[in-house]
């Protein structure tokens, strides 16, 4: 478990602007400005009124001292991690502890490497005897409908940009997998929200079948902090549920 240290504060949302910025208001009617590490639309998740938890950084010299952590939103009003900062690392823990077996047996895991057309891979495993596997994690926070978790919450042209390299990198012979990390537990399945961004719906597709493999692991947040869920999500296209690995 990742626990939130030091721990959050409950707040009230008054408005997200500018992506990374938000004023809120403290218990106390404090109002401050404090920074949203999260570039997508924040769907459902950024309702003036909610209720968030933020936290201190403890470093005044920050111009946006507080950053703002959980929400709660969706249909089924849930915790959910609006910090996509936190997928990277939790994918990484996961798989050092043998919790992603799909991703198990390799010596190494480096995060942030230089790979492809200028571009930094987020995980790259390696081990002997074996190719390298090229892993992108995406931090999921939509959802729209009871139980079902979705990605992109807005359009992404990087996004699509990775799912071209990760196709490179299979033609290489290496091995890619993207892992779509839940940052909610209220959800059973996960598709692609093909309506908000049909280029990387068909980017996706177009990767799985050059070889592209997808995974999609939930994690549980609470005010205390993150864990893995039990279940995950299982993967669903065109109405049909599929199997979590390809």
């Known amino acids: 478990?990742?626990?939130f240290t030091p721990p959050l504060t409950r707040a009230t949302l008054l408005k997200r602007y500018k992506r990374f910025m938000a004023d809120i208001r403290f218990a106390d009617g404090q109002e401050i400005t404090v920074h949203v590490a999260n570039p997508g639309s924040m769907m459902g998740l950024a309702e003036?009124?909610?209720t968030i938890y933020v936290q201190d950084s403890g470093n005044p010299k920050r111009k946006l001292r507080w950053s703002?952590?959980?929400?709660?939103?969706?249909?089924?009003n849930e915790p959910v991690v609006v910090n996509t900062g936190f997928a990277?690392?939790?994918v990484e823990a996961a798989i050092r502890n043998g919790h992603i077996p799909e991703l198990a047996g390799y010596d190494t895991i480096k995060?942030?490497?230089?790979?492809?057309?200028n571009s930094r891979i987020d995980l790259l495993?390696?081990?002997?005897?074996?190719p390298p596997c090229y892993v992108e994690v995406k931090s999921v926070t939509l959802s729209r409908q009871p139980r079902l978790a979705e990605f992109p919450d807005s359009k992404t042209a990087r996004g699509a940009k990775h799912l071209v390299e990760l196709q490179?990198?299979?033609a290489k012979g290496h091995r890619a997998v993207m892992v779509y990390a839940a940052m909610r537990a209220?959800?059973?399945?996960?598709?692609?929200?093909?309506?908000?961004?049909?280029?990387?719906d068909k980017g996706l597709k177009e990767a799985l079948a050059s070889g592209v493999e997808r995974l999609c692991y939930a994690w549980a947040p609470s005010p205390n902090g993150i864990k893995l869920a039990t279940t995950h999500p299982t993967f669903i296209d065109e109405g049909r549920e599929t199997a979590k690995t390809e």
């Open 168 to 170: 490179n990198e299979v």
């Open 111 to 117: 995060r942030e490497v230089k790979y492809g057309e």
């Open 125 to 130: 495993l390696e081990g002997a005897g074996k």
């Open 1 to 3: 478990m990742t626990d």
């Open 88 to 90: 990277n690392g939790l």
């Open 68 to 76: 703002w952590q959980l929400a709660s939103g969706g249909p089924n």
């Open 186 to 200: 209220d959800c059973d399945g996960f598709r692609i929200a093909a309506d908000i961004d049909p280029a990387y």
């Open 48 to 50: 003036p009124g909610s």
